[in-house]
C-alpha cells in the first residue's frame, strides 16, 4: 500500500522497483521471467483497482453515471464492488433508480459471495430500513414483481433469512386482500415466501429435534412448533376459506378496459397474485375427507375453467397468453398441476381426475360442435395430464386409454386454425415424451403413435400451409 505521507519515497521505491522487474522480466531464465511478469501484472492490477475505486467514489449521483456505478458490480476488484454498493447506498435514492436498475442491483448482490463485500450494509437492507420504513411489501411495490418475480423471491428469501420479517401477532393473509383497489401481486407474493420459509423452517428443526436428544431436543421441538403455530395463524382457517378467497381474485379478472371500452378481458387467465395463493396449497392440509372434497370441487373447477381470452368490438375471441399452457403460461399450468396433485395424492388418483375432465372437454369436439376455442381449451388440459403424469401406465385403464387420447389428438392437428393445430402437435410430443419414460405399454400404441407423425408430417408437406 501507498504511504501518502512519504509519497515521494513511495514514488521512488517503486520506480526502482519496477526497473529491476523490466530487467528480470527479459532474463535468460525461465522462471525468472514467469515470476517478474507474474509480480509486474499484479502491481499493474492493484493501482489499476485503485485507480477505478477512486473513481467510483467520486461519481456524481447522476442518471448517466448510476448505469456505470452498476456495471462496477461485477468488477473482479473486491474494493471496485465494495466502492460500488457504498455509492449506491449512499448517493442514490431508491426511487430515482429505474426499476429495471433496482433489479439488477439486487440480482447482482444476491449473487455476490465475497466476504468483503459483503460485510457493507446491504442495500437490500439499506432501502428496506430507509425507503421502505421496514416494510418488506413496500420494497417488493419497487421491483414490479409481476415482471421480476424471481428477484423479488430472492429477496425476500434473504430478508427472511436474515430475520428482518416481522409478523404482527393476529395478522392472516386475507387481510391483505380486502381492497380491490391496490395491486396485489407484491402482497401475494410476500405471504407466498413468508409462509414456504415458516414450513421449511419447522420441517429443518423438527428433523434436527428427531437426530439430537435431551435439552437440545427440546429446543428443536419447540421452535418447529412456533413455526407450525405462525403458519396456522396466518393461512386461512379452513380450506374452504382458502378457495373462497382465490375465487375472488378468479372473478375478479372479468372487467372491461376503462381505456379501451371496445374490448373486454374474459375468463380464467390466472393473475400473478391468484397463481401465488394457488401455490399456497401445498401448505395446506387434505388428509380430512370434508376438506379434499371442497378442494377436489375447486379443482375440478380450476380444469373446466375456459382459457382467458379478449372478445373485440367484432364479438372474435383472442386467446390471452401462449395458447398452450392452462392459464396462459407454464407458470400458471404448474401451479394448477401442483395443487392437483397434493388434493389428489394417491398414485394414480391425479391422472384419473383429470382425464374425467378431459372427456367432458371432448365432448363438443367429438360432436363437430366445438369452436377453436373450446379446442384449445380441451388440448390445454390434454397437455396439462401428459406433462404431470407421473407414469404412462396411470393413464392405462382409465375412462380414456392411451390409444384412444392419442387418437384424438389427430383430428385437432390437421384443424384449419393453426394455433389448434400449434396445442395440438405439442400434446402429440408430451404423449411422445411420456411414453418414452419407461412405460411398459402395448408395443400396437408405439406403432400407431409413430404412423400418426408420418402421417401429419406428410399432410403437412402436402397441403403448403405454414404452421407455427
Not at 72 to 94: H, Q
Not at 146 to 161: C, I, K, N, R, W
Not at 271 to 292: I, P, V
Request: aromatic share 8%.
Amino acid at each position: 500500500r501507498r504511504d501518502d505521507s512519504n509519497a515521494a519515497d513511495s514514488d521512488a521505491f517503486l520506480e526502482q522497483f519496477l526497473s529491476f522487474l523490466l530487467v528480470a522480466a527479459v532474463s535468460a531464465n525461465k522462471t525468472a521471467r514467469f515470476h517478474a511478469c507474474q509480480i509486474i501484472s499484479e502491481i499493474d492490477y492493484g493501482l489499476f483497482a485503485g485507480g477505478s475505486k477512486t473513481l467510483v467514489l467520486s461519481l456524481p449521483p447522476l442518471n448517466v453515471t448510476a448505469a456505470a456505478v452498476i456495471d462496477c458490480m461485477l468488477d473482479v476488484s473486491e474494493s471496485v464492488r465494495r466502492a460500488a454498493y457504498c455509492v449506491l447506498a449512499c448517493k442514490f435514492p431508491l426511487q430515482s433508480l429505474s426499476i429495471k436498475m433496482r433489479t439488477v442491483i439486487l440480482k447482482r448482490e444476491l449473487a455476490d459471495c465475497s466476504t468483503a463485500v459483503s460485510c457493507v450494509k446491504p442495500l437490500k437492507e439499506e432501502w428496506l430500513i430507509r425507503c421502505c420504513n421496514g416494510y418488506p411489501i413496500e420494497l417488493l411495490k419497487y421491483l414490479d414483481v409481476e415482471t421480476y418475480e424471481s428477484v423479488g423471491a430472492s429477496v425476500m428469501d434473504a430478508l427472511l433469512v436474515s430475520n428482518l420479517v416481522k409478523v404482527k401477532d393476529g395478522q392472516r393473509i386475507q387481510q391483505f386482500f380486502l381492497s380491490s383497489n391496490e395491486k396485489r401481486e407484491e402482497v401475494a407474493l410476500y405471504w407466498r415466501t413468508l409462509c414456504r420459509h415458516l414450513q421449511k423452517e419447522a420441517q429443518e428443526k423438527g428433523s434436527d429435534a428427531a437426530a439430537t436428544m435431551g435439552a437440545e431436543a427440546v429446543v428443536y421441538a419447540a421452535e418447529a412448533s412456533d413455526s407450525n403455530d405462525l403458519l396456522d395463524k396466518i393461512l386461512p382457517a379452513t380450506v374452504s376459506d382458502f378457495v373462497r378467497l382465490i375465487k375472488e381474485h378468479f372473478v375478479a379478472g372479468s372487467f372491461q378496459l376503462f381505456d379501451m371500452p371496445h374490448l373486454t378481458i374474459l375468463g380464467a387467465n390466472y393473475c400473478c397474485e391468484s397463481r401465488q395463493l394457488l401455490l399456497l396449497g401445498a401448505m395446506l392440509d387434505f388428509s380430512d375427507l370434508t376438506n379434499r372434497k371442497v378442494a377436489s370441487a375447486f379443482v375440478h373447477e380450476l380444469l373446466q375453467r375456459p382459457l382467458g381470452h379478449e372478445v373485440d368490438e367484432n364479438g372474435n375471441k383472442i386467446v390471452i397468453g401462449d395458447g398452450l399452457n392452462l392459464g396462459g403460461d407454464a407458470e400458471c399450468a404448474s401451479a394448477v398441476s401442483e395443487f392437483a396433485k397434493k388434493v389428489h395424492a394417491t398414485a394414480g388418483e391425479f391422472e384419473e381426475v383429470i382425464l374425467t375432465v378431459i372427456e367432458e372437454l371432448a365432448w363438443p369436439c367429438r360432436e363437430r360442435t366445438a369452436d377453436f376455442f373450446h379446442w384449445m381449451h380441451c388440448l390445454a388440459v390434454i397437455g396439462l395430464l401428459l406433462e404431470n403424469a407421473t407414469s404412462f401406465r396411470w393413464i392405462q385403464g382409465k375412462t380414456i386409454e392411451p390409444a384412444e387420447l392419442l387418437q384424438s389428438l389427430l383430428l385437432p392437428a390437421k384443424h384449419i386454425d393453426l394455433d389448434v393445430q400449434r396445442a395440438a402437435k405439442n400434446c402429440l410430443g408430451l404423449f411422445g415424451l411420456l411414453k418414452r419414460k419407461g412405460s411398459q405399454g402395448p408395443s400396437s400404441i408405439r406403432v400407431v403413435a409413430s404412423k400418426a407423425f408420418v402421417d401429419l408430417v406428410t399432410w403437412s408437406s402436402g397441403s403448403g400451409q405454414s404452421h407455427g
